[in-house]
């Protein structure tokens, strides 16, 4: 996948969910921690924090299917589509 269609990707995803991401607390500090390691230049770190959070919204949306859950009912709450 190029830069570019990652670029497009996130892009099309903020402007489709940017209300309910932005309502999502992190933990205290978090903001600070991730500007240092942009500013150590930290990729690896980075890109760990990246997969970690893919995988653990790959494992939630598993256990919602294995649950039985089906798409959230209009209006209401439920995981972000890609």
């Known amino acids: 996948m190029s830069k570019d269609a990652i670029r497009a990707f996130l892009e099309q995803m903020q402007a489709q969910h940017a209300d309910r991401i932005d309502a999502i607390d992190l933990p205290e500090g ?11 230049g ?10 970690l959070g893919y995988l ?5 949306g598993f256990a919602a299917g294995v649950s039985g ?3 959230p ?3 209401g709450s439920g995981p972000l589509q890609a």
């Open 30 to 40: 978090t903001r600070a921690y991730v500007e240092e390691r942009v500013a150590a």
């Open 42 to 51: 930290d990729v690896d770190t980075l890109l760990f924090m990246l997969k």
């Open 56 to 60: 653990m919204g790959l494992q939630s």
């Open 69 to 71: 859950e089906g798409e």
């Open 73 to 75: 009912e209009s209006g």
